[in-house]
C-alpha cells in the first residue's frame, strides 16, 4: 500500500512538473525570456510561485530540466553490449529522437523545438546548457557500464559519450534553426556519417 501511494506521489509530482514547465515555455516563446517571471509561471499553471520553485529551483531550470537522459540510458543500456560504443549511443539517440518527435507527439515535438530554440538563443540558457551536456554524458557513461576498475575501457566510454554529443548537438542546433521542418532522426544519422562515416549506425539507419 505504502509503495503505490508512493508512485502515486510521484506521478502527481511529474504530472505538477510537465504543466509548470509546459506553461513556462509557451509563455517564454510568447513573452520572452527575460519579460517573463517565475510569479507569471505561476499564474499560468494555477499553482503557488512556492509549487513553481520548489519543481524549479531557478528560472533557466523551467527550460532545461527534462528526462531525456533517462530514455537515453534505456536504450543504450538495453542495447547489444557487443556493438562499438559510437553504434551503441548513436542508435540510442537516434531512436531517442524519433520518439520525441515522430507524428503522432507533434505537441511534444513543438514543446522540445521551442525549448532547444529558447536555449540557444538566450545567453543564460546557453552557458546552463552545458551543465545538461555533462548530465547527458554522465548518464550515457553509466548505461553503458564501463567498469570503474579499467581505466581503458572508462575512458573510450567518456571519448565516445563526448564525440557522440558533440554530433548531436551540431544536429540539434540545425535542427532549431530550420524551425523543425527538417527530420530531426535524419539530421542526427547526417551528422553521425560526417563525423564517424557513412557505415557508423549500421544499414538498418
Not at 93 to 105: E, F, K, S, Y
Amino acid at each position: 500500500m505504502a509503495e503505490r501511494h508512493s508512485t502515486l506521489r510521484a506521478r502527481r509530482r511529474a504530472q505538477t512538473q510537465r504543466t509548470i514547465q509546459a506553461h513556462a515555455i509557451r509563455l517564454f516563446s510568447e513573452r520572452g525570456y527575460d519579460a517573463t517571471t517565475m510569479n507569471d509561471v505561476a499564474e499560468a499553471a494555477g499553482v503557488s510561485p512556492m509549487t513553481v520553485y520548489r519543481h524549479f529551483p531557478t528560472k533557466e531550470d523551467l527550460v532545461l530540466v527534462d528526462q531525456h537522459g533517462e530514455l537515453i540510458a534505456e536504450r543504450i543500456a538495453a542495447s547489444p553490449a557487443g556493438q562499438p560504443l559510437v553504434r551503441r549511443i548513436g542508435g540510442a539517440l537516434v531512436d531517442a529522437a524519433a520518439a520525441l518527435t515522430g507524428d503522432d507527439v507533434a505537441a511534444d515535438r513543438r514543446f522540445l523545438l521551442v525549448r532547444l530554440q529558447l536555449m540557444t538563443s538566450t545567453p543564460a540558457l546557453r552557458a546552463r546548457h552545458l551543465d545538461n551536456q555533462y548530465a547527458l554524458q554522465q548518464a550515457i557513461i553509466g548505461a553503458l557500464e564501463g567498469d570503474a576498475a579499467d581505466p581503458d575501457a572508462a575512458f573510450q566510454a567518456q571519448a565516445a559519450a563526448s564525440a557522440c554529443l558533440a554530433a548531436l548537438h551540431t544536429a540539434m542546433v540545425r535542427w532549431a534553426e530550420d524551425d523543425g521542418r527538417t527530420d530531426l532522426p535524419h539530421l542526427i544519422g547526417k551528422a553521425f556519417a560526417a563525423v564517424f562515416g557513412d557505415d557508423v549506425l549500421g544499414p538498418a539507419r
